[in-house]
């Protein structure tokens, strides 16, 4: 993949129109939480703050549509994210589900690892749920699957995960944990494609250190007019206050 690509996909997906989009739909519904007297910080930082909480979830999402193109990049069948449903009938989507001749692949990605003890062990159980679901549907195929975080510089939860897979006693299931290039060293022995997203990350990263994040000017901006545009025809019944509202948020 092309650096060029690279930050073209980044770019669209953490910074196009949807960000001003989404961020205007909070303050037009919740618009309390910004000027409320039980806030310590004005309205234009909670906003940096919505906007940076924002991109790092945005980032996440981009970070496994990236390994989801290197996956195929590398050679795998991609399969249907949708795998089933677990024992209460909910619905089960994995981050990537992919298949060679004889295995089926899957791998929960988070960027670093960092829960609590009560997350932690709902995502474990949560990968259970989407390998039993595999086994079922994929019953002749030998299950490969993975907890990768990508930020290999926080391990909180290591041992806790470690012991949790050396209770798998299922001979026809593999369970790993992986931190940063070892997904690509073990699983796939690829460590050129680490090695390329990584060079991609760090290049991104320089160009953007002088970047200074900037709230949108809700008067005179042409982005949050179209934002309002859009919010008008989606949510006409909530628009009906919005030249209010974001007037008064944006002067606090």
């Not at 234009?44 to 989801?68: A, M, P, R, V, Y």
């Not at 970047?211 to 809700?218: A, E, M, Y």
Request: proline share 1%; charged share 35%.
């Amino acid at each position: 993949m092309t650096y060029q690509n690279f930050k073209n996909k980044l770019d669209t997906k953490i910074f196009g129109e949807d960000l001003n989009y989404k961020i205007l739909l909070t303050v037009l519904n919740n618009p309390k939480r910004y000027i409320g007297l039980f806030r310590i910080t004005n309205a234009k930082t909670k906003l940096i703050q919505n906007i940076t909480q924002s991109c790092e979830i945005k980032f996440g999402d981009f970070i496994e549509e990236i390994l989801s193109e290197y996956i195929i990049e590398m050679g795998y069948k991609a399969l249907d994210k949708n795998i089933g449903f677990d024992e209460e009938n909910n619905k089960l989507n994995a981050d990537q589900v992919f298949n060679d001749e004889h295995n089926i692949y899957l791998i929960e990605q988070k960027i670093r690892d960092d829960h609590d003890s009560t997350k932690k062990r709902g995502q474990y159980a949560n990968l259970i749920k989407k390998i039993k679901a595999l086994k079922q549907k994929f019953s002749n195929y030998r299950i490969i699957a993975c907890m990768w975080f990508s930020d290999d510089s926080l391990k909180k939860n290591k041992k806790f995960y470690e012991e949790q897979i050396n209770n798998n006693t299922d001979e026809k299931v593999d369970i790993f944990i992986f931190y940063g290039k070892e997904l690509f060293e073990n699983l796939f022995q690829r460590i050129d494609i680490y090695n390329e997203l990584i060079s991609h990350l760090k290049k991104n990263k320089q160009k953007r250190s002088k970047d200074i994040l900037n709230v949108p000017d809700f008067d005179i901006s042409e982005e949050i007019k179209n934002a309002l545009l859009k919010t008008k025809k989606n949510y006409p019944k909530i628009n009906t206050k919005a030249t209010f509202r974001q007037r008064r948020i944006c002067r606090t």
